[in-house]
């Protein structure tokens, strides 16, 4: 339905995605090993304190699972092909990476001063790093052939001479992109009609995004406060959110969902034309070639509902005719 530019840049994304699934063992890392492709690329804390940026860029690309690529790439397709159409190739990947890495960092800092849990390479553990972990309050355990170690990230980065094997519990996935990119389809077209799966309900997309964010929100909070043990990084999702909605206002798009706005400025106009209505009497022009006040009504209604920006340059002198009538009413 959708053309695509001939410089698309969906479908090298999708490929990337995919190639970079098949190249980490399909979404699982090689436990014990401190070199795995997906230890290299995936998010956690323990290595931005390292600064090791690029995860950032990186851990969007990397998926836990076929389900979990199959679904982001699936919404990528979807909703990328009528962003790209709108913004073209370069402003789309900027929002994409805008988004996947604001994503990114709004999981991390909620993670910053949490807990973490790490495999340690046990044969570079000596009796003095070992006193060091159980003075700064790290716990170790022994599972599944792994010595693991569990206690604050600053903790363990304190401890000289401590060889990480990997971190378990970080985040991937291009969800807070796909996310960004969903945003951005509901602000260039917000009254674009979808038809759900699962229920099969039409929807505008401007209800569709924003549903799923009240669901992001509302699942967020009860992961933080205890309510659940989801593994679904929803702070990410909802970060990159957020990145696209400023990177998308930035570009001059405006906010489909500003009620608040809309009803002050409809209360404002239902003013306006209350006191044109009573400066004109019955609608019919006074002298001297005033706007009659039925035109001034249509203007206005016009304003309240496609925004001044609407306006046509006779509309707006006539409005503007208005105005010094009714200054000149009112003294």
């Not at 980490?24 to 795995?36: E, F």
């Not at 906010?255 to 706005?261: A, E, Q």
């Amino acid at each position: 339905m959708w053309g695509r530019p001939a410089s698309s840049v969906v479908k090298p994304l999708i490929w990337a995605n995919v190639l970079i699934f098949l190249a980490t063992g399909l979404g699982r890392h090689a436990p014990g090993s401190p070199n795995g492709f997906f230890e290299l690329l995936h998010l956690h804390p323990y290595y931005l304190r390292d600064l090791e940026l690029w995860r950032l860029g990186t851990y969007m690309f990397v998926h836990g699972g076929a389900m979990h690529l199959f679904f982001n790439m699936w919404g990528l397709h979807l909703f990328g092909r009528l962003v790209e159409e709108r913004l073209g190739p370069q402003r789309f990947l900027r929002l994409y990476f805008i988004s996947g890495v604001l994503g990114g960092l709004a999981w991390t800092l909620a993670n910053w001063w949490g807990p973490v849990l790490v495999a340690l390479d046990a044969r570079a553990l000596t009796e003095s790093i070992r006193q060091q972990l159980q003075s700064g309050g790290v716990e170790l355990v022994r599972s599944q052939g792994e010595l693991l170690a569990y206690g604050s990230a600053a903790g363990l980065q304190a401890v000289r001479g401590l060889r990480v094997l990997h971190a378990y519990s970080g985040v991937v996935g291009a969800s807070g992109a796909v996310f960004g990119v969903m945003m951005a389809a509901a602000m260039t077209a917000p009254n674009l009609r979808i038809m759900l799966l699962i229920p099969p309900v039409p929807m505008k997309l401007k209800t569709f995004v924003a549903v799923y964010a009240l669901i992001e929100i509302a699942l967020g909070w009860s992961a933080a406060a205890g309510h659940s043990a989801s593994r679904v990084a929803h702070l990410a999702h909802l970060g990159g959110l957020a990145g696209a909605f400023l990177y998308m206002k930035h570009l001059g798009h405006s906010s489909p969902w500003d009620l608040f706005r809309g009803h002050l400025a409809a209360w404002r106009y239902r003013r306006a034309r209350q006191r044109f209505q009573t400066l004109s009497g019955d609608g019919e022009g006074s002298a001297g070639g005033a706007p009659p006040s039925l035109e001034v009504d249509r203007i206005l209604d016009k304003i309240g509902r496609y925004g001044i920006q609407s306006l046509t340059e006779e509309e707006r002198r006539t409005l503007q005719e208005a105005g010094q009538r009714l200054r000149g009413g009112g003294r």
